[in-house]
């Protein structure tokens, strides 16, 4: 049955082609994928499935039923675009100004709408059910995974797979990790208000720029001296609005950042830290601060004896697309895949999709990947998909 499944997938690559590349050129950002959802909505129509729209928001749950007892695995692809203008000169770049598929999901979505399609043809075969996640919202938070798991997409669901295609990793590698994958992420926002004055009468004014700038070095000192050395996090001020005039001392700024780390407690650690800086900068500067604090997705874990099986089952499917099934080191970015793993053993692989020529990270306006890793995805995935259901 896993030749079968192999050999109809390469069979439909070239209309996997064709509709990665229609999503390519018709981008829609997180929370607005209405067309995109219609569109996968409608290819579900003629087949025989359970299709439910609307999970919480533009999500949608389609159902593939074997008709035999067995577990219930969810497969999970997520579908919206980024804010970014496509340089890449591509035939098929974006129709929609400052929209792009710059991460890749254009490229899930259409392995996962035919490698469904190949379940739902070989169902006969298989037992147990399997629940196809086609998520929206998946790079801005609070992230459409969550307001899916808090609509029920979860219910009767035993675990979840998924997988990315990463353009720095090479095509034809599938590469996996167990327990912490991928970092967790918290957004912060402070005002320090102060009160405004002239440059040449700093003791009538209470500078805030000054606390400010206290702020941003005192931060960094929670990764080196509030952390465990062996635990990784990060704290980034991204955004700092000191701009004004040379002479005059502003009345208020605004720090934005972002924290990354690789445990939920390290997680805990910084934002304790960051309120105790806070706090302190009210003391030290007699300013008044409010700091806005959003905890977002959480760190990624991976089951290890589930990933162990699905390295396992992929590997000796030996599937003449995929040179080497590797375990590979902790990815930086987050990922809202981390809410299904909270929710139930899961496991979120990497499919190598490094183009020939130059290679653009992730969220580049340049970012491109080998169409074949689509394949190999739709591979991997249905084949450890096959032999979990029929485990
Ligand atoms: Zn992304
Ligand atoms: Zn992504």
Redesign the pocket.
Known sequence: MNEKLIERLEEKYERMVEIRRYLHQNPELSFQETETAAYIARFYEDKSVEVKTGVGGNGIRVTIDSGRPGRTLALRADFDA?PIQETTGLPFASKNEGVMH????DAHTAYMMLLAETLIELKDEWKGRVVIIHQHA??TPPGGAIQMIEDGVLDGVDNVLGAHVMSNMETGKVLYREEEAQTGRAYFKLRIKGSGGHGSSPHLANDPIVAGAHFVSEVQTIISRRLNPFEAGVVTIGSFDGKGQFNIIKDEVTLEGDVRAMGDDTKQVIEKEIRRISGGLEETFGVVNELEYKDDYPVLYNDPELTAKIAASIREAGMPEIASVERCGPQP?S?DFAYYTKELPSCFIYIGAAPEGEVYP??HPKFNIDERSMLIAAQAIGSAALSYLME
Do not use: F, Q
């Open positions: 980024l710059a991460c890749g999901h998946e790079e970015p990922e992730h969220h």
